[in-house]
């Protein structure tokens, strides 16, 4: 079974970026939808986006709103999450999920691998 390990978050003023890295190990990456979701403090875990291992992809219309992009590079076994124009309410630790039983579909499956999470924080 595949096992996550996330990386690049930080501290970052508004307005800010940063670039998520979630690599897999242990497992055919290619084979895998990939999520992230993100938490914020008190608050419920909540979807961020998706991409398929043809390389469709999802985001939560909500909140995104161009702002972040989804990618994939499996020669790396890595999916990453541009994060642009950041604003406080980004503040969250951001987890990334494989889905292995409807890797075609964004709409299909429950996300049941998940790594650590990597926290985000970004100040007004």
Same mark, same amino acid.
Not at 24 to 34: H, L, P, V
Not at 96 to 122: F, H, M, N, S
């Given at each position: 079974?595949?096992? !996550? ?5 930080g501290l970052v003023q508004a307005g800010g970026s940063l670039r998520l890295s979630?690599?897999?190990? &242990? ?12 938490? #914020?403090? %008190? ?5 961020v986006a998706a991409i398929t291992w043809s390389g469709d992809t999802k985001y ?20 990453? !999450?541009?994060l642009n124009s950041l604003e406080p309410e980004d503040t969250a630790v951001y987890?990334? #999920? #494989? ?6 579909? !964004? %709409? ?8 650590? &999470? ?7």
């Open positions: 079974q595949v096992q !996550l390990v996330e990386s690049g978050g979630c690599v897999a190990s &242990g497992g055919t990456f290619s084979t895998y939808k990939m999520g992230w979701f993100r938490q #914020a403090p %008190g608050k419920e875990r909540e979807f939560n219309t909500d909140f995104v709103k161009g702002r972040f992009t989804i990618s994939r590079d499996d020669g790396k076994n890595t999916v990453y !999450l541009q987890y990334c #999920a #494989a889905e292995a039983r409807y890797p075609w579909d !964004l %709409g299909a499956g429950k996300y049941e691998i998940w790594g650590q &999470g990597t926290q985000v924080t970004v100040s007004s």
